[in-house]
């Protein structure tokens, strides 16, 4: 018998099987001329990732193979197991338990314009998961399978991606075999998943600081199923809840109270999972909007009781949660002005609707007001860049050029004249620029959204972050990490489009296809509430 050989019949033993196969375990590792008392892996688990915040309304076009090659190839091996997030969370308790062997599977790691990017095509989407699953079939067999998710991903004729993937794992590893997945509070999910795989264990905090401790929560969970442990057990809700992102942070109520409640469930009940999805409304898919997944160790009474409860409570903070309004950029302008003028700065401001990034309304009502020392970071403008760079463009050159305003949500474009301080790689794009005008301004041009969420973001050349009253950034959230949580600025604002585009709270703006508004709150009423 050779080694290999050995260690595949170890590990085909399945969970339920393992107290009655000690001593024929033990033989065959003796006989392998391993002793007894070998600390070989007891559990294999299969870690793959597969992730995309997909903008279904955004203009860019359909997202290829190419798209998802553009930043990096995917990883594989130790490079996926180090790199971070819900996977290293994962990776960091497994190992820390001593007993499991990770088995990990080439994974894409992401796409090129991030979530201003639009449908996945179903070859793209079948592209990568079809090469994960062949790579799991040789690795085979293994007593678990992780999956570091989103939950917000579209694909032209999935209407359900996540669950398809979770599908098509249960289909090749088996009836028996747990899989947990973790996933981003922007997810849009409902009971299909579940069909398919056992955990889902969602982000409680936006911004995301606890993914690492998502992840490490689900190495516990798979371990203990896979051990027999735990048997899993689940109920699903859909409040029937649509709201806009920039509505769910959770520093806020009622957003952080529906978390708080979720953890105190948890707290009383030792090994209920309780997950909330708050949705991504920008994903025209049909399982859109708010939903409740919770997972006991074999008790439906207290899965449904928790999910009753959720449920209910989400459906009495409706209106807080899903109903909001910001100022429009000249009222910000005038609310930037006067913070100025308090010695309130520095000043942050969220320009939260603009999914594209190329929209130019702050920039223009803020020039207008005669507003200095603001640091816009970034305004999309690859047509800018290419100009660039076929002149051959250098630091300290002349700059003269119209940015931005190319999708119908950005506006007109805007011409700025002034001097080229930095052209050359950034944000992980292969070029970037950045322009000095007017009084003491700064515009970062990228070739694509991106959303910078810390001050020292923008150290590039001889720019220097605490030169700036303003920094003007395209997020919603993400931005308070750094300029909000960390008491950086002592002046935060979110800034409303002055239009129904995609991004802003109006979501009644939007062409859906597949999702019918009348039956969800603010827009109309669910059935289950009629």
């Known amino acids: 018998m050779t080694p290999g050989k050995c260690m595949n019949e170890h590990a085909r033993v399945r969970p339920g099987q393992r107290a009655a196969s000690l001593a024929a375990i033990a033989t065959t590792l003796f006989a392998c001329g391993s002793p007894p008392g070998d600390d070989r892996a007891e559990l294999r688990f299969a870690v793959a990732s597969y992730q995309h915040e997909t903008c279904t309304f955004c ?14 190839e995917p990883l594989s091996g130790e490079a996926l197991l180090n790199s971070g997030g819900y996977i290293g969370g994962f990776v960091e308790r497994s190992r820390e338990f001593g007993d499991i062997e990770l088995v990990p599977l080439t994974s894409p790691v992401g796409v090129f314009g991030g979530s201003s990017r639009s449908w996945n095509t179903k070859e793209t ?5 079809d090469a994960m699953l062949a790579e799991l079939e040789e690795q085979t067999p293994v ?7 989103h939950g917000a991903m579209a694909v032209r004729d999935v209407p359900r991606p996540e669950a398809e993937i ?10 028996d075999v747990p899989i947990a997945a973790t996933f981003d509070l922007h997810g849009n999910e409902d009971a299909d998943f579940l069909e398919h795989a056992d955990f889902s264990l ?10 690492y401790i998502q992840g490490e929560r689900a190495a516990r969970a798979l371990r203990l199923t896979a051990k027999g442990e735990y048997e899993p057990t689940t109920a699903t809700r859909k409040p029937g809840i649509i709201t806009a992102t920039v509505l769910q942070w959770t520093g806020q109520s009622p957003a952080m109270d529906i978390m708080e409640r979720a953890r105190r469930w948890e707290a009383r009940e030792h090994d209920a999972y309780v997950s909330v999805f708050y949705g991504y409304p920008w994903s025209d898919v049909p399982d859109v909007g708010a939903t409740i997944q919770v997972m006991t160790n074999g008790n439906q009474t207290l899965a449904d009781e928790i999910a009753d409860d959720m449920d209910d409570y989400m459906w009495r903070v409706r209106e807080d949660f899903a109903l909001g309004s910001y100022p429009r950029p000249a009222e910000a302008a005038r609310i930037v002005a006067a913070a100025i003028s308090r010695g309130e700065t520095p000043v942050a401001v969220g320009d939260y609707s603009d999914r594209p990034g190329d929209a ?7 020039a207008a007001a005669g507003i200095g020392n603001v640091l816009y970071g970034t305004i999309t403008s690859p047509a800018t860049l290419d100009a660039l760079t076929a002149a051959g463009a250098r630091p300290g050159d002349p700059f003269d050029h119209e940015i931005g305003g190319f999708t119908p949500s950005g506006g007109s474009p805007h011409r700025v004249t002034g001097t080229l301080e930095y052209f050359g790689e950034g944000f992980g794009y292969d070029r970037i620029a950045a322009v000095s005008f007017g009084d003491g301004n700064v515009v970062f041009l990228t070739p694509a959204y991106e959303q910078v969420l810390y001050p020292d973001a923008f150290r590039f050349g001889t720019i220097d972050p605490a030169d700036y009253d303003v920094f003007v950034v395209k997020s919603r959230v993400h931005f308070r990490r750094g300029f909000d949580e960390t008491g950086y600025a002592r002046t935060i604002l979110v800034v409303e489009a002055p239009g129904p585009f995609v991004g802003t709270t109006f979501l009644d703006a939007l062409p859906y296809e597949n999702v019918d508004l009348s039956r969800m709150y603010p827009y109309g009423t669910p059935e289950k509430r009629r």
């Open 59 to 72: 203009p860019e076009g359909d997202t290829e193979v190419d798209d998802w090659l553009r930043h990096s």
């Open 125 to 129: 989407f079948d592209h990568f998961l």
């Open 143 to 149: 007593d678990g399978v992780f999956l570091a998710l």
């Open 166 to 175: 979770a599908r098509r794992f249960r289909e090749l590893v088996g009836p």
């Open 202 to 211: 969602v982000t409680k905090r936006f911004p995301h600081y606890d993914s």
């Open 360 to 366: 130019t309304h702050i920039l223009g009502a803020f």
